[in-house]
């Protein structure tokens, strides 16, 4: 055997626990993980099935941990795991899988296949199998800050010219602040709009809150890649940020997984509870429509619907929040078909979009976005995460579907704020 391959054997079995060993011996095999599963849906290739894609860790556990794997093992009548075949799921767990959660919220046992396939990438990226592009991002977000290769003087420049543009003052490393404000490396560089979106609104709502130059990215390439250690160590960043500064909420920006990874898996990361509260930027403009501090002024006319990011509606719980806000503003507000917490991904989510190799399969599977979109007749298309923005920018041009525009949510509000008095 050779010293890569045990390598990788070794970092599936590391990856065996509690919950996976109980998951693969509840798992009934009904197949409706599939049927939830975009790359399964918009392909038909089984190969997609989502707990197929675990079928490495799941022979890890069989041999390793169960009497009659270890003893067909022992025969050599258990099939033992190859080099290639690492290679081979290592297209299936990247490539063809988002970390959406619908298969999970399916899943009539209660299993977490969104928490297997994480584990699967856990051992992929320990055993040297994961793709060169989210490598290179996370390499990047480690040594620069951020997977695009943003830096502070990137940050500062959109600072300056939303200074410029507004009139406003961009706080930076205000200690005392009450928020802490994230930003994901799209918005800086691609959608940087939101910086002078938020500095209006929180303005207008009297709100006390600051960038750091230390920590303004909010995107986690560890999670995506499947590395707990890095993705603590950009986790710890954030954390030691927030503290220094003495803010008492650190806010999420319009990103699924960077929300997915502090507010929900960055204590179990680190090792330790937050002295502050992490919010997504939804919830925090939410609360303030709720005590009367967002006010708007005028309606859209277009007709709009809402793609709901996964990270955030269905694995984050932020399902009315979007819908209370967009009400606010939007005159003709339609859902699309599978609207909520069981919408399908924008396909790019889960480090995919960072995968260059996956863009032909991406594309193919966006044709479930597309039937989502067919006969709604919207002129504007509203989200909540670049991420999803970026890719659904992508899957409309591809489909010659240009005429509907993709909306940052925040961006949408501070367009309605009433003239100042």
């Keep these: 055997m050779s010293p890569s391959l045990e390598r990788g054997l070794n970092a599936f079995v590391n990856q065996i626990d509690g919950p996976i060993a109980s998951y693969f011996n509840s798992c009934v095999h009904c197949g409706m993980c599939a ?26 556990w069989k041999q390793n941990f169960t009497f009659w794997g270890r003893l067909l093992s022992k025969l050599g009548l258990e099939k033992k795991i190859t080099d290639e075949e690492l290679a081979e799921w290592e297209t299936l767990i990247y490539d063809g899988c988002t970390l959406c959660g619908r298969c999970t919220a399916v899943c ?55 200074e410029k543009e507004t009139g406003l003052t961009v706080p930076l490393d205000v200690e005392g602040a009450e928020y802490l404000m994230l930003l994901s490396s799209a918005e800086i560089a691609q959608f940087n709009e939101i910086i002078g979106a938020v ?71 680190i090792g330790r509870s937050y002295p502050f509260e992490v919010k997504h930027i939804l919830e925090v403009l939410d609360e303030l429509r709720a005590e009367g501090r ?13 793609h709901d990011p996964c990270q955030l509606v269905r694995r984050g719980g932020v399902v009315q929040q979007p819908r ?22 924008c396909g790019g ?40 923005r970026n890719m659904l920018e992508e899957g409309l041009e591809e489909n010659r579907m240009e005429d509907i525009e993709v909306v940052g949510l925040t961006e949408m509000l501070a367009e309605f704020l009433p003239e100042k008095t």
């Design 199 to 269: 500095t209006e609104i929180f303005d207008r709502a009297g709100v006390s809150w600051t960038l750091s130059s230390t920590a303004f990215e909010a995107t986690n390439s560890g999670i995506q890649i499947g590395s707990s250690d890095l993705a603590a160590e950009l986790v710890q960043r954030i954390v030691d940020s927030a503290e220094r500064l003495g803010v008492r909420t650190v806010i999420s920006p319009e990103c699924g997984h960077a929300y997915t990874a502090l507010r929900w898996e960055g204590p179990n990361l």
């Design 108 to 162: 009539p046992v209660g299993n977490d296949i969104t928490y297997m396939i994480r584990k699967s990438r856990e051992a992929m990226a320990a055993s040297g199998h994961a793709p060169e592009g989210l490598k290179m991002a996370t390499t990047r977000a480690i040594e620069i800050g951020s997977p695009m290769g943003v830096t502070i003087d990137t940050l500062k420049a959109q600072i300056k010219h939303t």
């Design 35 to 60: 049927h939830a599963c975009l790359f399964y849906t918009e392909t038909g290739d089984p190969k997609y099935t989502p707990i197929y894609k675990t079928e490495p860790l799941r022979r890890a």
């Design 349 to 388: 989510g889960g480090g995919v979009s960072a995968n260059e190799r996956a863009n032909p399969l991406r594309a193919q599977v966006f044709s479930r976005k597309k039937k989502q979109l067919d006969g709604l007749q919207v002129e504007k298309l509203v989200t909540a995460c670049s991420n999803c």
């Design 324 to 345: 209370s806000l967009l009400n606010m503003v939007a005159e003709d507000f339609v859902e699309m078909p599978d609207a909520g917490v069981m919408n399908w991904c």
């Design 294 to 306: 967002l006010q708007t002024s005028g309606r859209e006319s277009a007709r709009v619907t809402f």
